[in-house]
């Protein structure tokens, strides 16, 4: 039987972790010399591989000399937190990927707690040696107070250090940039020597216990996960412990293994292995399947509960069905209950106005599922995301966030006096030649709509990382608001330049001349608090001394582009995100501009 290593690799986003297993896949001889490999080859996913993310845990596995190497490549981001967690439960050890010029970073905290709560044996890789501001010796200094500071044991803090430039290729043992190797062997050698092997039992009954789900619309629901004792076979009956205690039983419909990049069908799998089961239709993370008569339950594996919800519901603007293809509330409906199939942090509930609650992990985690559906063809609309409130011992909290930014001196008063009209508390400050790291504790709905104000008073300049924390007693209930009003709409038709030249003083303009509008759709942002309802479609008058091409003189500047995470932070209460599969629009909740007064008339 072949030596087994099961290893995670987490860092903090953008360090450099799937260009790292690329490399590992690449050079361990996995791949056929001819066959073709993307670069960032785990990133499966378009949106991934646009943003340069991992969203979805991928599991993939190295033959190295004679072992066998099972790899996790986790999500860096916190809203994907939950995933890392789990993970943990299904390897021995994990490599720690840390930039050698930017150091540790919030998510390098999370992701490591993590994996030292559960015990697991750490490799740190210092990864871009070859960068010209590359500080490797000072970021290893920095790793190992950060493990002090998350409370590592003894043996944790004796952890090997390797160091590499995973685009290039290259690894070594010695922090000179001069002094690495075109090989990855470094790494692979140093998971064979501190890695220990699975402490299970290949003897006794069956336990396999899922830490993450996929879905396939050939079987259904899958679940992956380490097998922990025992073995199981492909048509084998089997009884699963559901996460109440009660007991069902199934037949194992199929068994996958993980080589390289492909999923292979095998018919066996023994304690050690990691592998993905189908059979059991709603199988759940964190239940145990057992051999009949033979059920006990591994402890139930934690699920992070969702901190932040948004309404999606069927697009009711005048524009609907010009540019998506799904439109209807049953669609829509069935589209969620699928991604809630495999995405267990994901939560669906029905309201009575043909909407749906969709409760999820934060704004990154609710935009990408937007997204997605976007691409496939739908059209929806949106509100602003809440963040859940919970009633803990009889008092009220909300979800609250550990914040470190990143900035250059001259912009830290404004920031500064930003994070505390937004309840956030400064917890600690320091300086880096002339750049500051201020660390806050501040109310998640303090953050919805941070980050493009952050943008402007940085001047792009600025770095901000945020990860949960905890729930607290209520902030302070200013927070989470836009300041400055907005500019709606009051007709139906194109946009011309020349009534947008008439209200370029009023404000920051979102369209451009020939635009398709609509009544109660936001066109702009005003310059004072209140909204301004605005005529953008009238023409110029002509006369004998006034001809239309007059029109075309107006020099405008341009209008001010949002991407979809930015309109999702930018709306308040009372506006939603008409999103499509071309489009994102801003508009008001009430389209029609009287009605609209009178409730606001009424709200005063």
């Known amino acids: 039987m072949k030596e087994i290593r099961n290893v995670a690799i987490i860092a903090h986003v953008d360090h450099g972790k799937t260009t790292l297993v690329d490399k590992l896949l690449k050079m361990s001889g996995t791949f056929r ?25 991928k599991t993939t596995a190295i033959n190295y000399k004679d072992a066998r190497i099972n790899i996790l490549d986790t999500p860096g981001h916190a809203d994907f937190g939950g995933e890392v967690e789990r993970i943990m439960n299904m390897v021995d050890g994990v490599l720690l990927v840390v930039d050698a010029y930017e150091g540790t970073m919030p998510q390098t905290r999370f992701v490591l707690k993590k994996a030292l709560e559960a015990g697991v044996t750490p490799i740190v890789v210092v990864n871009k040696i070859d960068k010209p501001a590359a500080r490797p010796l000072e970021v290893v200094d920095e790793v190992l107070d950060l493990f002090i500071e998350l409370g590592a044991e003894e043996s944790q803090l004796e952890f090997p250090v390797i160091y590499t430039s995973a685009l290039a290729g290259t690894s070594s043992l010695d922090p000179d940039p001069e002094k690495q190797e075109p090989t990855m062997d470094y790494i692979f050698d140093a998971i064979m020597k501190y890695i220990p092997s699975p402490q299970v039992e290949t003897e006794g009954s069956l336990q396999f216990q899922p830490a993450l789900l996929d879905y396939n619309d050939f079987v259904g629901r899958i679940g992956i996960g380490r097998v922990k004792r025992g073995k199981m076979q492909t048509g084998e009956m089997v009884s699963c412990v559901r996460r109440d205690g009660s007991i069902k039983t199934f037949r194992i419909a199929k068994l996958f293994g993980f080589l390289g ?12 292995d990691i592998v993905a089961v189908a059979g059991l239709p709603d199988i759940e993370v964190g239940e145990t399947i057992c ?15 969702p901190t932040l919800q948004m309404t999606f519901g069927p697009n009711s603007s005048p524009f609907v069905g010009k540019e998506g293809k799904i439109l209807t509330a049953r669609k829509i409906e069935e589209r969620l209950r699928k991604e809630t199939e495999k995405d267990v942090s994901l939560k669906v509930e029905t309201t009575d106005n043909e909407a749906f609650l969709v409760s999820g992990r934060g704004e990154l985690h609710l935009s990408i599922l937007i997204e997605n559906m976007r691409r496939e ?8 995301p809440k963040v859940i409130q919970k009633e803990i011992d009889g008092v009220l909290c909300e979800p609250f966030e550990d ?12 920031v500064i006096e930003a994070l505390g009209k937004r309840e956030g508390t400064m917890e600690n400050m320091s300086h880096h030649n002339d750049q500051v790291k201020l660390l806050y504790t501040i109310p998640s709905r303090g953050l919805i709509g941070f980050n493009t104000e952050f943008m402007t008073l940085t001047k792009g300049y600025g770095i901000l990382n945020d990860t949960y924390k905890e729930y607290r007693p209520l902030a302070g209930n200013s927070v989470g608001e836009r300041a400055l009003g907005v500019l709606v709409s009051m007709e139906n038709g194109k946009a011309t330049a020349y009534a947008l030249g008439g209200l370029e003083d009023r404000g920051v303009m979102f369209i451009e001349p020939g635009t398709e509008v609509y009544e109660g759709m936001i066109v702009g942002e005003h310059t004072h608090e209140n909204d301004l309802a605005v005529n953008v479609v009238k023409g110029k008058n002509l006369t004998n001394t006034r001809s239309s091409s007059k029109d075309h003189t107006v020099v405008l500047k341009s209008a001010r582009k949002m991407s979809l995470e930015q309109t999702l932070e930018y709306i308040n209460s009372d506006e939603l995100v008409e999103v499509t599969p071309t489009s994102f629009r801003l508009r008001k909740k009430i389209l029609n501009t009287q009605e609209r007064k009178k409730v606001e008339n009424r709200n005063k």
Request: glycine share 6%; net charge negative; proline share 3%.
């Open 291 to 305: 051999n009949i008569g033979k059920e006990e339950a591994l402890p139930l594996l934690h699920i992070d509960e």
């Open 33 to 57: 010399e001819n066959e073709e490999v993307e670069e960032r080859a785990m990133d499966s996913n378009a949106l991934e591989r646009e943003r340069g993310i991992t969203i979805l845990a």
């Open 261 to 272: 990049l492909k999923r292979l069908e095998i018919k066996e799998a023994s304690a050690g």
């Open 403 to 414: 914040l470190q930014i990143d900035l250059p001196e001259e912009y830290v008063g404004s």
């Open 377 to 384: 063809g739908f059209e929806l609309e949106v509100s602003k």
